[in-house]
Nanobody
Framework: QVRLVESGGGSVQAGESLRLSCVAS????????MAWFRQSPGAEREGVAG????????FYADSVKGRFTISRDDDKNAVYLEMNNLKPEDTAKYYC?????????????????WGQGTQVTVSS
């Protein structure tokens, strides 16, 4: 069974940084896009950042541009999200996504594989 395992979440103060990691149990995703989404209670799952195979950036949410950086290391079957200058509004559960079906990369419905999520809490 293919798995995506996220780590690196935690509770921080506003202005601090966190680095999320997602490791896949297969190298099959290395030839496809991967992404990070986040979801707060009562809200829809929101696309945060996406990266194409080869490492080119697919998208950043406007709210995180200049603060978050997505990267990937295909030798480790991993994708990362470096989050700097965190704000309370970044508080959410963050999910790694793979197995992109096509269409809108920012739409959660276009992704077929998900991790269990890692919680990020930012206090003011």
């Amino acid at each position: 069974q293919v798995r995506l395992v996220e780590s690196g979440g935690g509770s921080v103060q506003a202005g601090e940084s966190l680095r999320l990691s997602c490791v896949a149990s297969t190298s099959a995703y290395n030839t496809n896009s991967m992404a990070w989404f986040r979801q707060s209670p009562g809200a829809e799952r929101e696309g945060v950042a996406g990266i194409r195979s080869g490492g080119s950036i697919a998208f950043y949410a406007d709210s995180v541009k200049g603060r978050f950086t997505i990267s990937r290391d295909d030798d480790k079957n991993a994708v990362y999200l470096e989050m700097n200058n965190l704000k309370p509004e970044d508080t959410a559960k963050y999910y790694c996504a793979a197995a992109f079906h096509g269409g809108n990369l920012r739409s959660a419905s276009q992704w077929g594989a998900w991790g269990q999520g890692t919680q990020v809490t930012v206090s003011s």
